[in-house]
């Protein structure tokens, strides 16, 4: 049966938005699925802008909700007119802008806050008992969008991993081409380009990722 899926994305690029390969390959598997989805972003600015050709900070200002329409091909909405009750699932890429747009963890570690919006969001998911998948760097953000004792990936860096366990989130080691699954939150989730060394690499665990949430949707 067909889902629906939101897709919340946190701008364009590597290195201050959403990863533009981990948006891609999930929208391509959700649409190979027979599955539909809508994008959302915040409607903020951005923390800043990156050269992605020399990765030195820019002096100019963009928003996060215009960025990731770029990737959306302009079909996406705010994050707050997301209607929880439209969707059966939820799915995050990664890319630093989930550390820096959607939250602070690149800057503030494990006393990171996340977006109240998302942080709705994500709430009434749960509660609802409806499947979240997170993606690469996302989930660094699981301990405060889910609690203590909720588990999760970011692959096998042995530091960021630590920062993630002192947010009250569990760890799990994971190759790139795998998943975990937490069936009490109904969180998965995937290290995608956090380990892989080509796109190949990150649509292995991806795809298995979007196949695991529509199945637990």
């Known amino acids: 049966m067909s889902k629906r ?3 919340v994305l946190s701008g364009c690029g590597v290195f201050d938005g959403s990863e533009i390969y981990e948006t891609v390959i999930t929208l391509l598997r ?11 972003a915040p409607d903020i600015p951005q923390h800043h802008v990156i050269n992605h050709l020399t990765g030195e900070p820019m002096s100019e200002e963009r ?5 990731a329409a770029r990737l959306a091909r302009g079909k996406i909405k705010p994050l707050d007119q997301l209607d929880v009750e439209l969707f059966e699932a939820l799915i995050i890429p990664g890319g630093f802008g989930a550390a820096k747009n959607l939250s602070d963890f690149a800057f ?13 969001v994500v709430k009434a998911f749960c509660d609802g008992g409806k499947p979240i998948g997170l993606i690469c760097i996302a989930p660094a953000m699981a301990g405060k969008l889910f609690g203590q004792g909720v588990t999760c990936t970011i692959g096998n860096d042995a530091d960021t991993a630590s920062t993630v366990e002192a947010t009250g989130a569990v760890h799990r080691e994971c190759g790139v081409d795998g998943i975990v699954v937490d069936q009490q939150f109904k969180l998965v989730s995937t290290p995608a380009y956090m380990l892989a060394g080509r796109i ?15 199945e637990l949707a």
């Open 200 to 214: 190949t690499e990150a649509a292995s665990g991806i795809n298995k990722l979007v196949d695991k949430v529509l």
């Open 5 to 7: 899926v939101a897709v």
């Open 30 to 40: 959700l649409d190979s699925s027979g599955s539909s989805y809508q994008c959302f």
């Open 108 to 120: 503030k570690g494990q006393q990171l806050s996340v977006l109240p919006v998302l942080q709705r």
């Open 63 to 67: 928003n996060v909700l215009v960025e």
